[in-house]
């Protein structure tokens, strides 16, 4: 059996179930990397305090390089018995360069190490999410730019309002990731704080000089307060909230493009590289990638009420109970880059069918606001003319018609402020361009949105 590196105080070996039952390795080995590189720098750290000589640090920071490329490249050996990523790495450092390597643990504890190496991961995992964010966005830009001229029904409660752009409805969506782009890039800058330094819970005795241990991990700030610093997994519950949010989204997306590619809609057409077919229904296109994303929500939504139960009833500071953080952060951020970067690669290949979108947007009576509106500036107070309209709307329906359909006869029925210029008013092109306000549907104002998204994303890559 491995020696413990806190075994002296332990008369008798750990049972082997409890080694397996508290054993992370097989959940934190991927820590490996930020691990070692927390360790290097408290290793220059201690050489800076003079706890270690210069020669002594530089020893353990190649012994520490070798055991990197070690694990990078399948040489080395994982033992239950070590328990986690820090005590592999440390237990072999020993076997590399020898007892110096049991010097590099002063003034450190594993509670502000694996905090330090969670941030580490985080902080290079959320660039990554940022990336996929700006790319998703940007197909939403240009699908939304090759649609300025393409009309389809917007929905409430499922049922068809009002027409709009599909390149409006495409930048609704934009809207939404780049909310989920703003809460990262927070998520980022309250992950960008080094617990390192913090020991146990109370600090430590050694002079360690923990702003430059942050400038050599590239923290911008060390955290304020040692107890706070081993104990906070706030970062953390705040990735996965994010997340949920970001499938949440993608989830809405999903949810229109499974309706919009079925026979019923037929809005669009589904790429065949990002569909699947049926084992026994030849005829079959499945929307798999939409559906699949729908589903991988529930995991994310999942991962952020396991952190937040896990962490709702701990006293400061640090409890073993947190060892359980690692698997739902995981799993989170591996489910929402995988779907983003799905979803940045399918959206660009999504083809909508412009006459089918048309036709719905002329069925239904999208116009009937309009027609209301219509009386209202000839006069006629909204209340009275929206019943107005509702009664046409109502003969119209008994006729088969829609109220575009009725001759000037039939629709002055209804009043007799309504005159010949009431066609023009209820083409899809007027109604649409008549909603020219501020983040409206008409064609100039989507144009404007466009625009500005792609100066917002340029400068985001700057």
Known sequence: MADKLWGGRFSEATDK???AF???IHVDRRLYAHDILGS?????????????TEAEA????????????EIEAGDFTFDPALEDIHMHVESRLREVVGEVASRLHTGRSRNDQVATDIRLWMKDELAGVLGLLRDVRLALVYLAQGHLDCFMPGYTHLQRAQPVLAGHHFMAWYEMFT???RRMEGVLSRTDEMPLGSAALAGTTFPLDREYTAKLLGFSRVCANSMDAVSDRDF???????????MIHLSRVSEEIVLWASREFAFLRLPDAFATGSSIMPQKKNPDVAELTRGKTGRVLGSFVA??????????????DMQEDKEPLFDAMGTLKSSLAVYARMLPNLELIPERTRAAALDGFLDATDLADYLAAKGMPFRDA????????????????????LSLEGLRESSDLIGADVFAFLSLETMVNRRDTLGGTASRRVAEAIGKALEDLSAETD
């Not at 530089?58 to 490329?69: T, W, Y």
């Not at 009664?391 to 018609?401: D, K, M, N």
Request: hydrophobic share 45%; proline share 1%; with cysteine.
């Open 179 to 181: 909310r989920d782009s």
């Open 236 to 246: 953390a519950l705040e990735f996965t909230s994010t997340a949920a949010i970001a």
């Open 22 to 24: 508290t054993s992370s």
């Open 40 to 52: 290097q720098a408290h290793a220059r750290t201690l050489a800076k305090a003079g706890v270690l």
């Open 17 to 19: 179930l409890v080694e």
């Open 307 to 320: 952190l937040a139960t896990l962490m709702k009833g701990l006293p400061l500071a640090y409890n073993r």
């Open 386 to 405: 929206h019943h107005v309209v509702g009664a046409a709307v109502s003969r119209a329906q008994a006729l088969g018609r829609e109220l575009h359909q």
């Open 58 to 69: 530089e020893k353990l920071c190649q012994g520490l390089d070798q055991v990197k490329a």
